[in-house]
């Protein structure tokens, strides 16, 4: 498995905003790809901004493509971003999931 990291800030006014707009642009076309297994997108407060992480996981490099084009270390990025004031980060990482557990009580 392989987790794609991108990371963006927002004004905080945006944050709730861009946290939706997030979901029908990024993780909708990421779970419409094969190979898409699922995400997670992670918040924390800066001054005056607001960070979010978005970690998609996929089944192997080869569906990061399809979603992303040939250089999957690039983020994809979306017309309307300019919109909530959108500073991306223009590059993703990218992880071998070597261990992933989850407590039970948290799977539901």
Same mark, same amino acid.
């Given at each position: 498995? &392989?987790?794609?990291?991108? @990371?963006?800030?927002?004004p *905080?006014?945006?944050? *709730?905003?861009f946290?939706?707009?997030?979901?029908?642009?990024?993780? @909708?076309?990421?779970?419409?790809?094969?190979?898409?297994?699922?995400?997670q &997108?992670?918040?924390?407060?800066?001054?005056? @901004?607001?960070? +979010?992480?978005l &970690?998609?996981?996929? *089944?192997? +490099?080869?569906?990061? @493509?399809?979603?992303?084009? *040939?250089?999957?270390?690039?983020?994809?990025?979306?017309?309307?971003?300019?919109?909530?004031? +959108? %500073?991306?980060? +223009?590059?993703?990482?990218?992880? %071998?999931?070597?261990?992933?557990?989850?407590s039970? %009580?948290?799977?539901?």
């Amino acid at each position: 498995m &392989i987790a794609r990291e991108w @990371k963006c800030r927002v004004p *905080d006014a945006h944050s *709730d905003g861009f946290t939706g707009y997030l979901y029908e642009t990024g993780i @909708k076309d990421s779970s419409a790809t094969s190979g898409y297994i699922g995400a997670q &997108i992670l918040r924390r407060s800066l001054t005056g @901004k607001t960070e +979010l992480t978005l &970690i998609t996981y996929w *089944d192997n +490099l080869e569906s990061i @493509k399809a979603f992303a084009g *040939d250089d999957i270390s690039q983020a994809r990025l979306y017309p309307e971003d300019e919109v909530y004031e +959108l %500073e991306p980060d +223009l590059s993703v990482q990218h992880y %071998e999931v070597i261990e992933h557990q989850f407590s039970p %009580e948290l799977r539901g």
